[in-house]
């Protein structure tokens, strides 16, 4: 397993979510919009911290490439 | 750090002396009603003592008893649920403001109803982070549960008062759920034995959901023997049988999980090792990817689940579940078909490595549990929030959904815990494992006092 690999995305759970990711920081307020999200001012920087995360963690996941023949597990059996 | 004491009794002796009428089912429930108002005020373990209801019970299991009934394998014995457990007559909360003007349940969850068959007592709900959301029991609501082994300290989540209520010899055995860690991670922080059964094994009505594709309820307790009584109730199939444990193949696993741990940990799992007489070492791949496929399908599955309401009662929610809730309810939908698509790859790796071995064990967290006011770890050299971040070694394992035993660890000072993975359906080769660790002085729970069982209490 190669260290890249092995280094959670931008440090999960940080309080600083500034950095060289910040222009992978996905439009909240917009998508907020599309699901009928009205995100309180109060809140915004944590949501933006959180978003940031899962983003990190979606480019970690998306890094991989998947067979077309593997199915997502919706009917998961262990 | 307070200093340890010898448990008295687990919930089977306790049984043993109520269903034999040295004590009174009575005098045990309130005794540890009364144990739980004097010491609870130290780790902020209970958010509600189901005081009338517990007794009425009990008076029934002396009734049943004087009557020549058979009370049932548990009959007397307390225990307490986290607080999403449906309890008839209570408000299930989810450690949450937002569902407090709910209705009481109707009926008890199917868990809860078996253990109260098998004559146990509801005696308590337990303290949790809101909507199960986190590793630490930080609750904004209820406050903070402490390790009974130092308040100072975490006790781990979300299953946070159900372990330190345990620990701290207040109830025999309690009830968790468990996500992404959050029955184990307790578990260890808190030195007390946990089962994380076969997902979809248990079943789930009248248990508030987190993540639908990763929900486990199960028990913690302060013995294996208690664990494994529990867990069979639960299950509604008791394990008649265990694997002699010379026959249960056992590996290490490393890589990741051999990452990031203390020495102390590191020497321990040497020991446990070298006790089982195996040196198999087995490395899974991708383990990061597989957290993080476990993260995401989290804070989808829960945002989703909680979107209706943070559209309209956001500002009633725990700050710190809030914000991760709002991020979930977000991600791109690309995004969550590729964790579900990279599940079921994992699950290939994961099944090709227990062809090798029965058993897997690995660590439960980093360490100790952290001070509550230096709520972080060290993960590749950086700082990182212990809310979050607890589960590094445990949400890979729930991907998967296998069962886990999390193993408290015969250690001086703190607390320490090792996860005894399995195959699906193989809870009882995880017991004979836990059971020769036990045994061998290898593995116990050390509660600070078994205040259920003094006998300040006459029948």
């Known amino acids: 397993m190669s260290s890249a690999e092995r280094v959670s995305p931008s440090t999960p759970g940080n309080s600083g979510v500034a950095g060289d990711d910040d222009h992978k920081v996905p439009p909240v307020a917009e998508m907020a919009r599309l699901i009928g999200l009205s995100i309180p001012a109060a809140c915004m920087p944590d949501v933006l911290k959180n978003t940031a995360l899962l983003q990190g963690y979606a480019d970690l996941l998306g890094g991989f490439a998947l067979p077309d023949d593997c199915e997502p597990a919706y009917e998961y059996e262990p | ?459």
């Open chain 2, 1 to 459: 750090m307070t200093e340890p004491r010898s448990p008295l009794a687990g919930a089977l002796a306790l049984a043993a002396e109520i269903r034999a009428g040295r004590r009174s089912a009575v005098s045990v429930v309130t005794g540890a009603i009364a144990d739980i108002e004097v010491r609870d005020t130290r780790f902020n373990s209970v958010t509600r003592i189901l005081g009338a209801a517990a007794v009425a019970q009990a008076e029934e299991v002396d009734r049943a008893i004087a009557a020549g009934r058979d009370p049932g394998p548990l009959a007397g014995v307390p225990f307490g649920v986290k607080d999403l457990f449906d309890v008839q007559g209570e408000v299930t909360t989810a450690g949450s403001l937002v569902l407090r003007d709910n209705p009481p349940a109707a009926r008890d969850a199917t868990v809860v109803a078996r253990l109260r068959a098998a004559g146990a007592v509801p005696l308590a709900t337990l303290n949790m982070d809101e909507f199960a959301y986190g590793f630490s029991t930080e609750n904004t609501h209820n406050g903070t549960t402490r390790n009974p082994h130092d308040p100072e300290r975490l006790a781990g989540g979300s299953s946070g008062g159900s372990a330190a209520s345990v620990a701290a010899g207040m109830l025999p055995f309690t009830l968790g759920s468990d996500t992404n860690g959050s029955i184990r991670v307790p578990s260890s922080l808190c030195g007390v034995w946990g089962l994380k059964p076969t997902y979809g094994q248990m079943p789930l009505q009248g248990v508030y959901p987190f993540v639908a594709s990763l929900d486990v309820v199960g028990p913690m307790a302060s013995t294996v023997e208690d664990l494994q009584a529990v867990y069979g109730i639960m299950a509604d199939a008791p394990l008649v049988s265990l694997p002699v444990v010379e026959d249960v193949r056992v590996a290490r696993l490393g890589g990741w999980f051999a990452s990031n741990i203390s020495t102390e940990l590191t020497a321990a799992l040497d020991a446990v090792m070298t006790h089982l007489g195996h040196d198999r070492v087995i490395e899974l791949p991708e383990v990061a990817r597989a957290r993080a496929s476990a993260f995401l399908i989290s804070a989808a599955e829960g945002g989703n689940l909680h979107l209706p309401r943070l559209r309209r009662r956001a500002m009633q929610y725990d700050p710190a579940t809030r914000g991760r809730l709002m991020a979930g309810a977000m991600l791109p939908a690309a995004t969550f078909v590729q964790a579900h698509r990279f599940r079921r790859w994992f699950r290939a790796q994961v099944h090709a490595a227990l062809a090798q071995a029965d058993v897997l064990v690995a660590p439960t967290t980093v360490g100790i549990a952290p001070r509550i006011d230096q709520p972080s770890i060290i993960v590749d050299g950086k700082t990182v929030s212990a809310r979050a971040n607890l589960g590094i070694f445990t949400q890979p394992i729930s991907l998967t959904g296998l069962p886990v035993l999390a193993a408290p660890l015969a250690v001086e000072g703190m607390p320490l815990g090792i996860q005894l993975i399995g195959a699906p359906g193989s809870e009882a080769r995880l017991f004979a494992v836990a059971r020769e660790l036990e045994s061998a002085g290898l593995a116990r729970c050390t509660p600070l006092a078994a205040g259920f069982a003094a006998k300040d209490s006459p029948c």
